[in-house]
């Protein structure tokens, strides 16, 4: 059966837009091959960016090769997903700060990626493809840095394909909200 991670990073998950689309994506998925879905709902994870005492903990870990320790829950889980799904609200050019807390989680050394003896980094991670998906009150144009970044981690981790799915304008005054993302449905359906 493929192992799905849903990474939902939507804080208004009760009128979530993103959340929305996220969950039209993993039913098409689901639709096409059985799939077992975990899902991180960031905001109900304890989840901090790395400080000094974190940093100590994190190499002292590595280095006496704990790998199996409670921290590196997010990178084990995120190794061995077949595919992955981020859905993540267009907040300020990128994304909301758990997303970034959580990818900080992620990326281990050791787990999700390692160094060659050249230096070069190598993916470790079994997942293929990863869709990244967020929506827009207004129009993010060429300034979706949050995917560049998504985008970025996901070639060190070694996967293969990297795609974006966005719904956009959905706050632009006249709007129909609804239609946008039935359109955006739809083609997330096809």
Known sequence: MKKLL??????RRDTSRT???GRVWIHRLCREQPCEVEEVILEEEALSG????????????????HLEHEMFRYAREFRKADEIII???????????ALKCYLEA?????????YRMDGTPEGLCRAKRLTYITTAGGFIGQNNFGY????GLAELFGIEEIQE????????????????????ETELLA
């Open 50 to 65: 790395l400080d000094t005492g974190s940093l100590a903990r994190r190499d002292r870990l590595l280095n006496e090769g």
């Open 19 to 21: 959340q929305r689309l």
């Open 165 to 184: 799915f966005r719904a956009e304008g959905l706050d632009i005054i006249g709007a129909d909200t609804e239609a946008i993302l039935k359109q955006a």
């Open 148 to 151: 560049e970044y998504i985008r």
């Open 87 to 97: 859905a993540a609200p267009y907040w300020d050019l990128s994304f909301p700060a």
């Open 6 to 11: 849903f990474v939902n990073a939507c804080v």
């Open 106 to 114: 992620v990326s281990i050394v050791g787990l999700t990626f390692h």
